[in-house]
């Protein structure tokens, strides 16, 4: 079994998901006392979040550079940036190390591949709906169309993800807005919809709509898992 490398705290609300995640996923797969081997190093997110806001990429390249290093030192096989957005800087984060990394969007387009579907709606911080970095991953390698809500929609994504789940604050109202939004999408065509932050999945669950729901940071442990055991 691997050591799966794990770069968190953005926030740790999610990273924590990834972690039962990786673990019930090798004892699922394993059995008997079987857990995962992780080396985790997780950030102050006030800085990265700080960074984001001022669009100072990179210096937050080289800050998540300088964390993946830490993560390849403690003796990671690969590794996995537990967010969406950040891999906004994951050219910076593979040229610093020596390890594979495993892309949370390649996760997501091979499951919407795997499944048939040539046009998606995408969720997600303002960061990833607005700039080309992840969209166009799944475009160009994956051949598969990617729409993203309206300007005001995309507004009131950012402000709950930010102000409400890396905060652990889940509103029933705020998952209303959502599944209302995933229904335009819907009705523009979408055959699914990407959850492209991976705090997300702590408000929208499959069972609340009946449009598939690719949750990245499922696809992202599942791959982690495929790499870990089977490589």
Known sequence: MKTIGILGGMSWESTQT???GLNEGVRSRLGGYHSAPVCLVSVDFAEIEALQRAGDWKAAGRYLANAARQVQAAGADFLLIATNTMHRVA??????IDIPMLHIADAT??????????RVGLLGTRFTMQQAFYRERI???FDIEVVTPEQEEQELIHDVIFDELVHGTVSDDSRDRFLSIIDRLARRGAQGIILGCTEIGMLVQPTDTHIALYDTSVLHVEAAL????ND
């Open 18 to 20: 990834y972690y039962r």
């Open 91 to 96: 050219d910076d984060v593979e040229a610093a």
């Open 109 to 118: 387009g091979q499951a919407l591949q795997r499944d048939g579907m040539s």
């Open 139 to 141: 475009e160009s390698r």
């Open 226 to 229: 495929d790499k870990a055991l």
